[in-house]
């Protein structure tokens, strides 16, 4: 038996996603209905869902604060610093 249920998702990513499910002839609804799927088979969400480390939440509150602001000069400098 299947069921109809409504969910609210932001536009911009609706359209993108919804034009790469269609590049794998998916309607949106067939890629929910993977993503539940998988869920339901797996036990969990599948994928790594994490929260931002200490560091990273202190450096982005400096940026908003304007203080103690470090400039790179590459990404990969700044990726070495944070332990990306």
């Known amino acids: 038996m299947k069921i109809q249920t409504s969910v609210r998702v932001e536009d ?15 309607s949106f609804g067939d890629a929910v209905n993977i993503f539940i799927a998988k869920v339901a088979m797996e036990k969990r969400i599948p994928f790594d869902l994490s929260l931002p ?4 939440e202190k450096r982005a509150s400096n940026i908003e ?3 103690n ?4 000069k590459t990404a990969n400098e700044l990726f070495e610093e944070l332990g990306i």
Do not use: D, N, P
């Open 12 to 26: 911009s990513f609706y359209k993108e996603a919804k034009s790469i499910f269609t590049k794998f002839g998916l």
């Open 65 to 67: 604060e304007k203080k």
């Open 69 to 72: 602001i470090e400039i790179y």
């Open 53 to 56: 480390s200490v560091e990273l």
